[in-house]
């Protein structure tokens, strides 16, 4: 297929990209600055503009693009560039689908989202049908969806790949810690963290995008759920080390502002369609995932 991605750089993206392209899919990549390679086209979604025939000549849209949620404190000026930067995005690109000719629409579009849309939901479990939330990333989560309604209303698959957190980025800003025995839980450790992992992430977005069947929010997360404490164990158990120790909500606090209590709340997404579609993990458990990512970290900084 022809595909055409935004965040094609990025964490998530990089890989995607080289993934798609090892499957014989040929891929254009969305920039901001002027294009210098011929896999790469120019736009610029903060003003609504990219070039309709760019659009047009692709199969498939892939949306990854969005500010990191965690990079920095949520001032109010970080938040409105976390809610712009998915916004203007979605909207740019989904309004480009809708103004198509139908016969000249792509077919799908693999639009970005994230497990945030839930909210708080205690220990009850949570799949694809559980409404929004009250928090400030179940809004941001909802407007950001909401932008993908165009291609959706044009007649466009339009996939929601609500993804959890990536264990790798933890690992990468964790591991240190816990092989000096600092490793702990944050406040109780009791609150579900909806994880993934790279290579399921990518195998899950493959396999959607594959499977024409499947449209609307999908929850890219491991198969089996994991507290903040079994996530602490199963990090200090795959460095050799203890973690005894725990983060007093407080403290938190006053480390991440706002940004903690999104660390204490609790979401316990399952991933239902995946589950029904017959989607097989690499790395179902937290233990498995943790085990391959601590591997991979100590073998990148050889």
Not at 6 to 33: A, D, I, K, M, Y
Not at 35 to 64: C, F, M, R, Y
């Amino acid at each position: 297929m022809r595909i055409l991605i935004s965040g094609g750089s990025g964490f998530l993206g990089t890989p995607f990209v080289e993934r798609l392209r090892e499957s014989g899919h040929e891929v254009t990549r969305l920039v901001r600055r002027p294009a210098e390679k011929p896999d790469e086209a120019t736009w610029q979604p903060s003003q609504g503009q990219i070039d309709p025939h760019v659009v047009a000549a692709a199969d498939v849209v892939i949306n990854l693009s969005g500010a990191n949620v965690g990079a920095k404190r949520w001032t109010a000026r970080y938040k409105s560039e976390l809610r712009s930067s998915r916004v203007d995005t979605t909207g740019t690109l989904a309004r480009a689908i809708r103004k198509l000719p139908e016969a000249d629409r792509p077919h799908t579009l693999l639009q970005a989202s994230a497990v945030g849309w839930y909210g708080d939901t205690g220990d009850n479990p949570v799949t694809e049908e559980a409404p929004a939330g009250n928090t400030f990333l179940a809004d941001l989560c909802r407007v950001w969806e909401a932008a993908a309604r165009p291609a959706e209303d044009a007649g466009v698959r339009v996939v929601l790949l609500r993804t959890g957190i990536a264990v790798e980025t933890l690992v990468e800003r964790l591991v240190l810690l816990f092989k000096l025995g600092a490793g702990a839980k944050l406040g109780g450790g009791k609150q579900w963290m909806p994880w993934t992992n790279v290579p399921d992430w990518l195998g899950a977005a493959e396999f959607v995008l594959e499977r024409e069947d499947i449209a609307g929010p999908v929850n890219l997360v491991g198969r089996e759920p994991a507290t903040n404490a079994e996530f602490t164990k199963a990090l200090a158990s795959a460095v050799h080390r203890p973690a005894l120790l725990s983060v007093p909500s407080p403290a938190l606090f006053l480390a991440l502002g706002e940004l903690a209590g999104e660390s204490l709340r609790s979401s316990r997404v399952v991933p239902a369609v995946l589950e029904r579609a017959g989607f097989r993990w690499t790395h179902p458990t937290i233990e498995s995932a943790l085990r391959a990512a601590v591997g991979q970290e100590a073998t990148a900084s050889r």
